[in-house]
């Protein structure tokens, strides 16, 4: 079993920036994929942003150029920095790790909100 561990989150005013932490913990033997999750409200879950063992990133049009995907294989944490903030960013941000069994977890969310 993986335990999911998120921080960061909070409330920050339009053009403010953030850093959002997952680290991971348990049955680990090798982790593949590390993404974030953004869920507004009435919306579905889209992915954020993702980063592969090897480093391959995939993200949203709407966050190019404002965050950034990292992790930290000795950790076992994914990181997002949230940068130039705005109000639809809103939202509870999830992790999700996949490992190479193909086997995923999500981690509990942490709300981050933007005002204007």
């Known amino acids: 079993q993986v335990q999911l561990v998120e921080s960061g989150g909070g409330l920050v005013q339009a053009g403010g920036s953030l850093r959002l932490s997952c680290a991971a913990s348990?049955?680990?033997?090798?982790?593949?994929?590390m993404g974030w999750y953004r869920q507004a409200p009435g919306k579905q879950r889209d992915l954020v942003e993702s980063?592969?063992?090897?480093?391959?990133?995939n993200y949203a049009d709407s966050v190019k150029d404002r965050f950034t995907i990292s992790r930290d294989n000795a950790k076992n944490t994914v990181y997002l920095q949230m940068n130039i903030l705005k109000p639809e960013d809103t939202g509870v941000y999830y992790c999700?790790?996949?490992?190479?069994?193909?086997?995923?977890?999500w981690g509990q969310g942490t709300q981050v909100t933007v005002s204007s």
């Open positions: 999700n790790v996949r490992l190479f069994s193909s086997t995923g977890y």
């Open positions: 348990g049955t680990i033997f090798s982790i593949n994929y």
């Open positions: 980063i592969t063992s090897v480093g391959r990133t």
